[in-house]
């Protein structure tokens, strides 16, 4: 049965479901099995999840659409990809940074 798209508890339960299905087993699983960052923030149904690694991002992919689909959810393929980002900086800067966290 469902509830009605657009109507007021639709957010609610949807939010609450999401709650179980997705950050809680992002928080007990998909953060154990990572060895860098992994973090995840949600609105309603829709979430960024940030990775150190490339490839635990790409098998974060994998693993969180067989989640969903346990519990009869996709992933909108449209809307979603992995994006690159890092702080660009050169040899110089990253052996000076790091000499500067040495001496505090």
Not at 67 to 76: C, D, H, N, Q, T
Request: charged fraction near 35%; proline fraction near 2%.
């Amino acid at each position: 049965m469902g509830t009605p798209q657009g109507g007021i508890i639709s957010p609610i339960l949807g939010n609450i479901y999401l709650h179980f299905v997705l950050d809680e087993w992002f928080e007990k699983v998909v953060k154990r099995q990572t060895e860098g960052y992994a973090g995840i923030v949600r609105y309603a149904d829709d979430s960024v999840a940030c990775f150190q690694y490339k490839d635990e991002a790409e098998k974060y992919m994998r693993s969180v659409k067989k989640r969903l689909a346990k519990f009869g959810l996709e992933i909108s393929e449209e809307k979603t990809k992995i994006l690159e980002f890092r702080k660009i900086c050169t040899k110089k800067q990253e052996k000076t940074r790091k000499e500067e966290s040495r001496n505090i």
